[in-house]
């Protein structure tokens, strides 16, 4: 079983920066593929950023050279730094866990990030 939690949304300024913070609570975490989705009122959830165990990386257009992902596989986290925010990336953000062999993935409970204009 794992538990996703993830940490660090909240209220920011057009132009500014947050890092959401995923703690990763199971076993044989750096087996696991994590990402984070995120889900904006009235919108299907969509991929924001994935790393895989050994830190390859994948983005969606809409935040390439804004976000970052990354991961620290000794602390069971994963980060995503988000610069340059844009009202459009107000969101539910959510982490995603997906072991590389199959079976079960994992969602948190997401934090909420509002960027104003």
């Known amino acids: 079983q794992v538990q996703l939690v993830e940490s660090g949304g909240g209220l920011v300024q057009a132009g500014g920066s947050l890092r959401l913070s995923c703690a990763f609570y199971?076993?044989?975490?750096?087996?696991?593929?994590m990402g984070w989705y995120r889900q904006a009122p009235g919108k299907q959830r969509d991929l924001v950023a994935r790393?895989?165990?050994?830190?390859?990386?994948g983005y969606a257009d809409s935040v390439k050279g804004r976000f970052t992902i990354s991961r620290d596989n000794a602390g069971n986290l994963v980060y995503l730094q988000m610069n340059s925010l844009k009202p459009e990336d107000t969101a539910v953000y959510y982490c995603?866990?997906?072991?590389?062999?199959?079976?079960?993935?994992?969602w948190g409970e997401g934090t909420l990030v509002t960027v104003s204009s």
């Open positions: 995603h866990a997906e072991h590389r062999g199959g079976g079960p993935d994992y």
């Open positions: 199971g076993r044989d975490f750096s087996l696991y593929v």
């Open positions: 790393i895989t165990a050994g830190g390859s990386t």
